[in-house]
């Protein structure tokens, strides 16, 4: 189904990013170099050896440099208020140009581009980007430590190593590299931004709940890069998901909702170490995971790799030490319990404990009213 202009295309995102080409990339932010050409160029040099000075020599000097920095200077200012203008025109009717400011279409059209990619782009994994995308904005926004107010989707900060090299990101490069061509596109929005509306645009594209979302992260460098140990570790139990989500000021049952998000997706072997869908249905949102928790039968997999567990049914699906903890523990099995008998009830919990986790540590300058909604391509 893939024409051969596709497979080159897909062949050139799926190729690994380099920290080198991140750094070249993102350091720089939005800032740009404007007139370096010019500057270089402009540096005084001497064919054979400089002539000798006199007092007029001196004053056509002087007038010289001023008329030459003036030149440089309009030359800069004009053409940095050149490229800084064809960024910022708006895209509404009748906008004109000068400071842009994002409206809910703009966004709009970045959600559909996302939405595109993933329609177009369907041999990852499962058939979708969906579940990779979901975790990126996951794992960027759950570093947040509500005690030092460090971490969070505010930064983006996976975008440097070491952060991009913890153990728990691994496999994460795969979606930055699915989103740098919507970043070269929308070169106004922010990765941080980027990040957490293109997990917005998986979860509903893979038929989950529509989720309120808002701008307003700004990216910063890698000195804001989060120590490694901050997200979960899948080969523990209750202790430790209650010490990992409670740093972030999430109690018992938004940690149940949040685990949901393991209704879509899989593990593999050279990223976690573990192997498996933890579904029939990887790559849409349902609350299966809960009913599968509740109804079927796990045993441990007999294998070479970490503990985990298998049905007994079709020895097909798996699920991780964290996973059975929450049918172990009373209070997150009540949790459980609730969802699974009640599609809605969990599409509407996980629907608010996901906006909670998306904006941890964001400094907005907009109100929680401000929060806007995507028109899923399936409503077309």
């Given at each position: 189904m893939a024409t051969a202009a596709r497979t080159l295309t897909r062949t050139a995102f799926r190729q690994p990013l380099t920290n080198s080409s991140l750094r070249c990339a993102t350091r720089g932010?939005?800032?740009f170099v404007v007139g370096r050409t010019a500057q270089q160029s402009s540096r005084r040099g001497y064919a054979t050896s400089p002539p000798k000075s006199s007092k007029n020599s001196l004053y056509w000097g002087l007038g010289l440099a001023a008329a030459g920095g003036v030149g440089y200077y309009l030359f800069a200012a004009n053409r940095g208020q050149g490229i800084q203008e064809s960024m910022k025109e708006g895209s509404a009717p009748g906008s004109k140009k000068g400071v842009f400011t994002p409206t809910k279409e703009d966004y709009q059209k970045v959600y559909?581009?996302?939405?595109?990619?993933?329609?177009?782009?369907?041999?990852?994994?499962?058939?979708?980007y969906g579940?990779?995308?979901?975790?990126l904005a996951w794992h960027c926004s759950g570093t947040y430590d509500k005690e030092t107010?460090?971490?969070?989707?505010?930064?983006?900060?996976?975008?440097?190593a070491p952060e991009n090299d913890h153990g728990a990101n691994a496999g994460l490069r795969t979606?930055?590299?699915?989103?740098e061509p919507v970043k070269q596109k929308f070169p106004w929005i922010t990765y941080s931004d980027l990040w957490t509306l293109a997990g917005i645009c998986a979860l509903q594209e893979?038929?989950?709940?529509?989720?309120?979302?808002?701008?307003?992260?700004?990216d910063r460098d890698e000195a804001y890069c989060t120590p490694d140990g901050r997200l979960p570790d899948a080969s523990k139990e209750q202790?430790?998901?209650?010490?990992?989500?409670?740093?972030?000021?999430?109690?018992?049952?938004?940690?149940?909702?949040?685990s949901g998000a393991h209704a879509v997706g899989r593990c593999h072997t050279d990223r976690s170490g573990f192997d498996g869908p933890w579904t029939f249905s990887p790559t849409t949102l349902t609350n299966d995971y809960y009913k599968l928790l509740m109804n079927e039968k796990w045993h441990y997999k007999k294998w070479n790799g970490p503990k985990q567990f298998e049905d007994d049914t079709s020895k097909s699906l798996m699920m991780l030490p964290t996973d059975m903890s929450l049918i172990k523990d009373p209070e997150f099995k009540k949790h459980v319990e609730r969802y699974a008998k009640d599609a809605d009830v969990f599409f509407s919990e996980f629907r608010d404990v996901i906006v909670k986790l998306l904006e941890l540590g964001v400094p907005f300058e907009s109100k929680?009213?401000?929060?806007?909604?995507?028109?899923?391509?399936?409503?077309d």
């Open positions: 932010g939005n800032r559909d581009d996302i939405a595109a990619r993933l329609i177009e782009y369907d041999e990852y994994d499962d058939g979708s579940p990779v995308l979901l975790r107010g460090t971490g969070g989707s505010n930064g983006a900060t996976m975008r440097f979606a930055q590299q699915f989103l893979m038929q989950g709940p529509i989720i309120p979302w808002r701008p307003g992260r700004q202790s430790h998901l209650r010490a990992i989500f409670g740093r972030m000021g999430f109690d018992d049952r938004e940690i149940v909702a949040l929680e009213d401000d929060r806007m909604t995507f028109k899923p391509s399936s409503a």
